[in-house]
T-cell receptor
Framework: AQSVTQPDIHITVSEGASLELRCNYS??????LFWYVQSPGQGLQLLLK??????LVQGIKGFEAEFKRSQSSFNLRKPSVHWSDAAEYFC??????????FGKGTMLLVSP | NAGVTQTPKFQVLKTGQSMTLQCAQD?????MSWYRQDPGMGLRLIHY???????DQGEVPNGYNVSRSTTEDFPLRLLSAAPSQTSVYFC????????????FGPGTRLTVT
């Protein structure tokens, strides 16, 4: 069965600093991978997705993620964090028709 | 398009009561699903459907029923609510073609006392 691990429960980053959120997956076939963001009290919004091709994918709000098959990772990055990026971030892998398996999330806190 | 809509936004139930959480989408998506979100647990799949008349269980189906009589609607029923079902519930939908990201509703916050 597929699984997703997000090793960091909380991360605090200074505004303007770079950000990397880690995601490791376990899946037997070529994965479809996603990053979602959830602001407090809101639903989930898709940041970016990977299914094939270029291993560096660009998303919305200046985020990017790099797929590394050898490390079973799909880390999310942003070169300069803004206060509005404070939210919870979820990595997910797709299996079957459309079934998503989510990681437990990483809460990003942005300090001034 | 309204996207994925959920009602109600908030609900308080007493143990043993029943209720239905409503979910509707106007994107003609074949796939619909229900998740629950609990602190530190991420989102866990309750039930899903790949089309009208077809449903299947996810990771945590116990205590919940679903049906899919139309493409648009996918209600989630709690037959006898328990405090362990206190959670935030999200409905999502997607096509079943290509890299089909899921679109999420705004969620229903349910408290069972």
């Amino acid at each position: 069965a597929q699984s997703v691990t997000q090793p960091d429960i909380h991360i605090t980053v200074s505004e303007g600093a770079s950000l990397e959120l880690r995601c490791n997956y376990s899946y037997g076939a070529t994965p479809y991978l996603f990053w979602y963001v959830q602001s407090p009290g809101q639903g989930l919004q898709l940041l970016l997705k990977y299914f094939s091709g270029d291993t560096l994918v660009q998303g919305i709000k200046g985020f990017e993620a790099e797929f590394k098959r050898s490390q079973s990772s799909f880390n999310l990055r942003k070169p300069s964090v803004h206060w509005s990026d404070a939210a919870e971030y979820f990595c997910a892998v797709r299996a079957g028709y459309s079934t998503l398996t989510f990681g437990k999330g990483t809460m990003l806190l942005v300090s001034p | 398009n309204a996207g994925v809509t959920q009602t109600p936004k908030f609900q308080v139930l007493k143990t043993g009561q029943s209720m239905t959480l409503q979910c509707a989408q106007d994107m003609n998506h074949e796939y619909m699903s229900w998740y629950r979100q609990d602190p530190g647990m991420g989102l866990r799949l309750i039930h899903y459907s790949v089309g009208a008349g077809i449903t299947d269980q996810g990771e945590v189906p116990n205590g919940y029923n679903v049906s899919r009589s139309t493409t648009e609607d996918f209600p989630l029923r709690l037959l006898s609510a328990a405090p362990s079902q206190t959670s935030v519930y999200f409905c999502a939908s997607s096509t079943m073609k290509g890299v089909n990201e899921q679109y999420f509703g705004p969620g229903t916050r349910l408290t069972v006392t």
